[in-house]
């Protein structure tokens, strides 16, 4: 449900005087925006888990890489 169908049907059901239903139609638009930004929440926080776990994995090949050889050269020094 679209943001602009879901006040049109808040102002008709208002319109008619049904309390009842105005105040179902806006719990259910404010339910509606609630699940949409905890989906998109969700969306963020999997993307960033995922970058950040490509990101570990080509970083700690490079500090290992970088570690053994200034123990070589120590050791060779």
């Known amino acids: 449900m679209s ?3 879901a006040i049109e ?12 239903q105005v105040k ?7 339910q509606q925006k609630v699940m949409v930004a905890l989906e998109d929440r969700k969306k963020e926080i999997a993307s960033s888990f995922l970058h950040k776990n ?5 970083e700690e090949p490079t500090a290992e890489a970088s570690t053994e050889a200034s123990t070589e050269e120590v050791t060779n020094g």
């Open 54 to 58: 490509e990101t570990a994995e080509v």
């Open 24 to 30: 179902a139609a806006i719990g259910d638009a404010l």
């Open 9 to 20: 049907n808040v102002v008709s059901l208002a319109v008619r005087s049904d309390a009842a």
């Open 3 to 5: 943001e602009a169908t």
